[in-house]
């Protein structure tokens, strides 16, 4: 198959979520299984100082157009260079005025107001690179609402246009909180004809709903784990369009991410004091996980105990990740239990202030990080004994499979991909050597304190099931050639799906033209 991936931010160029690990981990491995795949994204500021810090070529292209946004046209220029494998191409839609800002999508203000018409810019940019580099793909996938547009243009625009033929159309849903949503004057720069705008299709509440256009238009829908499915298509985590993604749900399907391997992988990451993997005595445990813990603790400055639990948290400090839950347990433990605690990340200032306070307080137990680094990340992964992830929502998360990876034992919230990946450990799921983790079910500081406690006492009071535990998490496969299949798979339905309709189009086009002509 030929697959034009379409997505506002792919890794390593520019990031600020999982879509970037997914748009720059899968192609490579759909070329592994003989696909033939192109990546377009934005020529933000941020890809050409990826591409200097990394030594890597953007090379200028000669091809140009000119692109409809509402009445005026902008000037587009492409860009490319290869994904990090080497063998993938990516084009960079070029226009300095939409993209050469200092973020992706906001700034100190709030969201660009012109993002409507800076993504609108980059859907036809697509579009138009598929006819201007005769890429034929027999598949479009695009992701979130910043790509949301594609398959509208495809169904309503470009279908009877030769440099088309036969294109289908795959969306995928990162995350539902996420829909571009602007007010009804910005439908005119979409170039869409304005019957459009109506609740069936691209309107929502008055607005113009780009995410929710994608979900109408495209042949197939899909996001990244098969809880998160089923529950996007709830109230409670519908974020609104519940209703349209349940009229779509013969459509709808979940794949889990993977992770890039080769960045997290204990057997070879440079960033930690000594390498490690699954094959160590269950008895004993891991020496080379132990050393890694020590020197954790070490650079954490807390008590170099073997026998203490440390458990790390790295991520957001958001609401959805359950900071409202972790805070409370946090200060209880800190002030009662004999536990360390290891903390990176960015987010909420009312967090920031906790957590500096805490630290004021108990620094034997807490070490904290308010910022984002790589390489602790990465020895944080290592040198935990558990990983705290207690989401309110999640759609896939990477974190509990980094975790897992590096035997460290994820403690989760049972909700979208947490709940597909981590095996809750109970007395069978232990005895049958299948447990991979703790996890509970509601939304509740206490059954986190409950479940953080379970996992303490595995640890301190039956060490060789708890070295299974850890055991069970390495020998799983989190690499994406798993996904790349299920994607592989999900390619060849969604041309299906597409033939399909516009046989169904064709044949009624004809029956109409014979009781014309009759």
Not at 205 to 213: D, W
Not at 378 to 383: K, R, V
Not at 407 to 421: K, N
Not at 434 to 460: H, K, P, W
């Amino acid at each position: 198959m030929k697959i034009v991936l379409a997505s506002s931010e792919v890794s390593p160029f520019a990031k600020t979520g999982g879509l970037a690990d997914v748009s720059g981990a899968l192609p490579g491995e759909l070329e592994k299984l003989g696909h033939e795949v192109t990546v377009i994204m934005p020529a933000y500021r941020a890809v050409h100082e990826a591409a200097r810090s990394r030594s890597q070529t953007i090379e200028p292209t000669s091809v140009a157009c000119e692109i409809p946004v509402g009445r005026d046209l902008q000037h587009c220029r492409f860009s490319q260079s290869t994904l990090p494998n080497g063998t993938t191409r990516i084009l960079f839609v070029d226009h300095a005025a939409y993209f050469d800002r200092e973020d992706l999508y906001n700034d100190a203000d709030g969201d660009f107001p012109d993002n409507c018409e800076r993504f609108v810019f980059f859907c036809r940019a697509v579009l138009e690179a598929v006819r201007l580099f005769d890429l034929q793909p027999d598949v479009i996938h695009a992701n979130d609402w910043q790509t949301g547009l594609i398959p509208a243009l495809l169904a309503c625009e470009y279908r009877e246009n030769r440099s088309y033929p036969g294109i289908a159309s795959l969306l995928t849903i990162h995350n539902l909180a996420y829909q571009g949503l602007f007010d009804q004057k910005h439908m005119a720069s979409t170039g869409l004809d304005p019957v459009l705008f109506n609740w069936q299709q691209m309107e929502y509440f008055g607005q113009l709903n780009l995410l929710k256009t994608g979900i109408v238009f495209a042949d197939s829908i899909n996001t990244v784990s098969q809880t998160y499915a089923e529950e996007i298509q709830t109230p409670e985590q519908g974020c609104g369009l519940e209703e349209v993604l349940k009229h779509r749900s013969d459509r709808l399907s979940g794949i889990l991410n993977g992770i890039d391997s080769t960045e997290w992988n204990p057997a070879t990451d440079p960033h930690i004091v000594t390498q490690f993997d699954s094959d160590f005595d269950t008895e004993i445990g891991s020496p080379g996980k132990a050393k890694c813990k020590n020197a954790l603790q070490k650079s954490a400055r807390l008590r170099t105990d073997p026998d203490v639990p440390l458990i790390g948290i790295v991520g957001r400090l958001a609401s959805q990740k359950g900071w409202s839950l972790i805070i409370p347990v946090l200060r209880r433990w800190l002030e009662h239990e004999d536990a360390q605690w290891v903390i990176l990340g960015t987010g909420d200032p009312d967090y920031h202030h906790v957590l500096t306070s805490l630290l004021q307080s108990h620094a034997d137990k807490l070490d904290i990080h308010l910022t984002f680094s790589n390489e602790l990340a990465h020895q944080i992964e290592a040198g935990s004994d558990m990983f705290l992830m207690p989401s309110l929502y999640e759609p896939c998360g990477l974190n509990q499979m980094y975790s897992m990876a590096y035997g460290t034992v994820p403690i989760v919230r049972q909700t979208g991909g947490l709940a597909d990946t981590v095996i809750n450990a109970t007395a069978q799921t232990i005895a049958d050597q299948m447990a991979t983790g703790f996890s509970f079910v509601n939304f509740d500081a206490e059954s986190l304190d409950q479940t953080i406690q379970r996992a303490v006492d595995c640890y301190r009071n039956q060490r060789p099931q708890w070295n299974q535990i850890m055991q069970n998490g390495m020998q799983r496969d989190w690499s994406w050639s798993t996904s790349a299949k299920s994607y592989e798979a999900l390619y060849r339905q969604t041309i299906e799906y597409h033939r399909n309709e516009v046989g169904d189009a064709n044949s009624m086009a004809k029956s109409d033209e014979s009781a014309d002509h009759n």
